[in-house]
């Protein structure tokens, strides 16, 4: 969303796929799809345990965090997007569990307005379908500016790390939290 | 989709939305966003009796029938959708019961290419978010071709009903009878 | 739950059902099947404005408040269960819109140790099935000990309100308030 | 469930538990919960490719095939439940993946008296939380006349499974494939 800059932005070269520039005009126009993982880890009972976050520091020192998150792509399934923004940014061997269900747990709509949902994203209207996603392997965050930590559900719905999250992706954290019986 | 031809297409002449023109350039590469709606009747207990689904005669007299559907515009929210979706489709007395929840049952996934998903749209890639939505007053589509007929469940899920659907809605109507825990 | 004490504790006269003793001596040795209902006011595109929770005033002074929440019976569908619990709490004229889809929102498993989930009632193993139930008529309490107050979204998760729900209540409705996505 | 006769009970020893004598007698005066787990395997894209079943061949050479089934004990948590019975269904080695949310896909209501919903057992009043749980591991079914085969999507809603399938849990398998978007 816009709370990742470019550094998310997928450069398509495949003619099917829009230029930087025509996805530009298009923005202001559609609302464009994108998927939202929050990346858990779990006890044997499946139960959630950890809430992985990326960590990205602007050039000013400050730090934001941030759910894996990225457009959708034309012909391209949902679990197939999923699984390259996930593989992008935790690495080859993360080895996400992508749901058997195409069933989101919400859907979350960032709109260029702030307040008429709780979600913002001043480039575009993005309408993201949420998952929550166990990873079970070793993440090695890929893109230079990203790491990724993992939190507590309890330090993750903290006050601190909800500062830290930008564009209404605090709250959806806490959705997902909500959802997996979690939230404190 | 692409059953509905030119027939649902909504022209938008606010400067934000897209020409017909300019959507057609765009539908060969985004994937666009719409929302499904399944009509149903219920009894007092919630429990869902009768599916609603409207009609078309196409000119050569065959028959089809689909749910309601659309898209979704350009800094529209998802249940202003499908409210101006079923008011279009069924009149505005209907009185639809717009779900409380942004979680849709599921998401179908409308691709080009036949035999990728279960459901197709020669016309574009839709990423369509389906719900069930009873609907309580007095339904007058107001489309010139279209009329809304009400089948029992288990008419609704009859090879019969289900050969005249297109595109795989007949398979999204029962996953929503699924849903519903109405599967026959 | 345990916070309803004996108020809303069915007494069931057929046979099949049980005495209150013998129910007594169930509950320390298997889980018994609940509903909880949390009722909701909605504008016309469904979006949930308000939540209502009943209130109690304990011969203390001491006010708690608490969702809708009751026993299934034998041979009880969960719709029957919530319509009649809500019809008991709410009065006859309230209108529940009972879910079409038997999927709840989420499970609240209450156990008679605290901390075991984030659900507890010291009487009992309750595993309850968590609906969102919008309610459009008029709403008479007809407990004696009982009135209904609707809140904003944003006051029923406020600290004071969720102070004043108890068993782990508090958690469930903000649970619900993220299902319908008004978490604050 | 009924179908699984004598051979799923468990017979607990613990003080708090029952004995089958008392166990009997609460079946006809209380609903007793239960969960249901479809096994499945997927893909690397989490998209369901197969569903176990379990075979049982009665003393006349009848064959049926049921889903991992059974009771939640007396202070058991559901996802220790799911646990407990895949383990004891399809051995030590399977490494199922137990959902991180409580919320299940559907409620299955299996009633002593056929035909109030599509569930049905004699013995008692069942309500079951019903979860898909994908399965990465082997599988060894530990009971002496219980075998795991695996099904294709197509197989499994074929006529032929599910005419070996009782109680209902035919109809289950279907709502479960509606579920993960595989419904034939």
């Known amino acids: 969303m816009g709370y990742n800059g470019q550094m998310t932005e997928t450069t398509d070269t495949t003619p099917e796929w829009f230029s930087r ?16 993982a929050v990346p858990v880890r779990t006890d044997d009972s499946g139960a959630v345990t950890h809430v992985g976050l ?7 020192g400050s730090i934001s965090r941030a759910l894996v998150s990225g457009r959708v792509l034309y012909h391209e399934r949902i679990r197939d997007a999923l699984l390259r923004h996930l593989e ?17 747990f919400t859907i979350a709509e960032y709109f260029p307005t702030p307040g008429v ?16 996603v166990p ?23 903290s006050p601190e790390v909800q500062a830290e999250m930008t564009g209404g ?3 959806l954290l806490r959705q997902a939290l909500a959802y997996v019986g979690q939230l404190p």
């Open 169 to 171: 992706q605090g709250v």
């Open 88 to 104: 992008k940014d935790l690495g080859p061997m993360a080895l996400p569990q992508i749901p058997v269900s195409p069933q989101p």
């Open 54 to 60: 990326l960590l990205r520091v602007a050039p000013d």
């Open 117 to 132: 949902t709780k979600f913002h994203d001043p480039r575009q209207h993005a309408v993201s379908l949420a998952y929550v």
């Open 135 to 157: 990873v079970a392997g070793d993440c090695q965050p890929r893109q230079d500016a990203l790491d990724l930590v993992w939190f507590s559900v309890e330090e993750a719905a």
């Open 21 to 36: 520039d025509e996805l530009e005009a298009v923005r202001g126009r559609l609302p464009i799809l994108y998927v939202d």
